[in-house]
């Protein structure tokens, strides 16, 4: 499997619906997503852990894991999976590096690819990816939540998966809840808890794997 395959597969998680009530077309769009825009610019930090499950086809029960998610303008993440296994994702505008099990990985040499990810990492987190040209958009909703469904267009993305979901609380315009289906059939899930918005975060967290 590509590197770079594998790195969004870690990364990023697919889910079916957020919660037992069915998701309806929104009422209006252009305001939920201009809403998300400006909520999405009043956060300039963000600290939460994570939990995912992967359901893949070739295991009976899906695979956990969690860890803990940094985000801070502009342009800085963290992603640290530290169960079942160390994994680090480190963003530092242009930059970005990889840790596995206390390796560092190369990424550099990929260019456009690693740029891409980068790119949908972060417009994922910020609310940039209403400007990716990859992807169109519809948006749905229920009595609680939001769902922005990213479909992509861009040809590399396409190869990958079907769709991308991300869920919001229509109470804080937040993601709550990430979510990737695998072009294959295979899916996860998952879930910030615990966030915290615009508090301060050492930059050291962003520059040493």
């Not at 852990?49 to 998610?69: D, N, R």
Request: hydrophobic fraction near 40%; charge should be positive; include cysteine.
């Amino acid at each position: 499997m590509n590197k770079f395959r594998l790195l969004l597969l870690v990364f990023f998680a697919a889910v079916g619906l957020a919660s037992g009530q069915a998701f309806k077309n929104a009422a209006n769009p252009e305001k939920v997503f201009e809403d998300l825009r400006k909520a999405s610019q009043a956060v300039n930090s963000i600290q939460a852990a994570f939990t995912e499950e992967k359901f893949l086809s070739v295991l009976k029960k899906p695979e956990h894991s969690s860890g803990f998610f940094y985000y801070k303008k502009n342009d800085k993440m963290r992603w640290e999976q530290k169960m079942p296994v160390n994994y680090v994702i480190l963003i530092n505008g242009d930059r970005m590096r990889v840790q596995e099990a206390g390796k560092e990985k190369n990424v550099g040499q990929a260019g456009r690819m690693a740029a891409q990810i980068k790119e949908l990492m972060i417009g994922l987190v910020n609310g940039d990816f209403q400007k990716n040209k990859a992807f169109s958009q519809s948006c749905l909703e229920n009595s609680e939540q939001y769902m922005v469904v990213l479909t992509p267009v861009n040809r590399r993305l396409k190869n990958i998966y079907s769709k991308i979901t991300l869920v919001f609380p229509k109470s804080t315009l937040h993601l709550k809840e990430l979510s990737f289906f695998e072009k294959g059939g295979d899916r996860s899930v998952m879930k910030f808890q615990n966030e915290k918005f615009n508090q301060t975060i050492d930059d050291s967290l962003f520059l040493n794997l």
